[in-house]
């Protein structure tokens, strides 16, 4: 009997430049839709969306940003494509991993997430994405002890066998905590230059990393080796370019305000993030966004090396 319905993977559309580049041996680089269309104000995520693809390129690499258009999970977006995801009107929904199969299947549209990319790239056959910042395991809002928010993006590197390279995760989180959890799940976590385990606008949480790497040879020589033993993802936390770091008072202060907010306006789950990350951008008169801009930028650029040697 034929189904009415067809498989996911049927519905998994690779852009040309994408599908020639994995079936000639090219480094791919993954994008994720979310940070275009839920992280960063419209206009400026237009210009980040082109600047992250040229930065891929620039390295050698192919970029593939991943969204679901109409019940289509797009590999590596068309111009016109990445302007729907970006427009002031998109009014995208951001989906996690347990979104995916519904959005697909009822012929929905949205951005995906750290987890629902990486996923999709892996179907794809891509092994490599770059990002800004992961999600992790919330802190318990003002009022309450414990906390069932813990990311999907976790669960989904537990069992992706894709490298995801970011500038650790904001301090809204409780970063020993996610630590703990990716342990746990036994995703390792490797520091980019650093011995220090970064918070995204920081380059330093506080927390020392398992392993550190200098360079994309050694980045891409761990993600061979753990690929003999272990189906789980590689974190490669690679730090906000030195530059672009946050003022560490003023991020304390925005922090504080911002967890108030997200309180005092009811705000749960997938929309926390976002209000958060709004209130940073609008109260910092545009330094976090500054600084989120620069640290993508960065880790699409490392991301791209990386897939080179992966490559080679
Ligand atoms: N962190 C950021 N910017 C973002 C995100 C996280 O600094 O845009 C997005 C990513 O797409 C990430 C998702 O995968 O938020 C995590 O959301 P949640 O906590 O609802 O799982
Ligand atoms: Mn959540």
């Known amino acids: 009997m034929r189904s009415v319905i067809s498989p996911a993977s049927h519905r998994l559309a690779m852009s040309a430049e994408v599908a ?11 994008l994720e839709s979310t940070i275009l269309s839920h992280g960063l104000p419209p206009g400026r995520n237009l210009d980040v969306g082109h600047r992250l693809e040229r930065t891929v390129r620039e390295g050698g690499a192919v970029p593939a940003t991943i969204a679901v258009l109409d019940g289509q999970a797009l590999i590596g977006l068309s111009r016109a494509q990445l302007e729907r995801v970006c427009a002031p009107d998109a009014d995208l929904d951001k989906l996690s991993l347990r979104d995916l199969g519904a959005t697909m299947a009822l012929g929905g549209s949205g951005a995906t997430t750290v987890a629902s990319t990486a996923s999709l790239a892996h179907a794809a056959g891509i092994g490599v994405f770059g990002t800004g910042g992961l999600g992790g395991v919330h802190l318990p ?3 309450t002890t414990t906390t069932w ?6 669960g989904a590197l537990a069992r992706t066998p894709v490298l995801v390279v970011c500038s650790g995760m ?10 703990e959890v990716l342990e746990t799940n036994s995703v390792p976590v490797l520091g980019y230059g650093t011995d220090d385990f970064p918070s995204f606008y920081l380059r330093s949480s506080g ?11 050694q980045v891409a020589a761990v993600v061979s080796a753990h690929r003999r033993f272990a189906d789980s993802g590689v974190l490669l936390a690679n730090p906000v370019p030195r530059e672009f770091e946050m003022d560490r008072a003023l991020h304390d202060r925005l922090l504080a305000e911002g967890m108030e907010l997200v ?11 976002p209000v958060l990350l709004e209130h940073f951008h609008t109260a910092s008169g545009g330094v976090s966004l500054d600084a989120n801009e620069e640290l993508v930028v960065s880790n699409v650029r490392l991301a791209a090396q990386v897939a080179v040697e992966l490559a080679s």
């Open 141 to 143: 809002l003002p009022g």
């Open 263 to 273: 309180a005092s306006r009811d705000v749960h789950g997938a929309d926390v993030t």
């Open 20 to 30: 020639d580049a994995l079936a000639d041996g090219v480094a791919v680089v993954a």
């Open 207 to 217: 927390l020392p990393v398992p392993h550190r790497v200098d360079d994309p040879a």
């Open 170 to 179: 904001k301090s809204i989180l409780d970063i020993p905590a996610t630590l």
């Open 149 to 154: 928010d813990v990311s999907a993006d976790l």
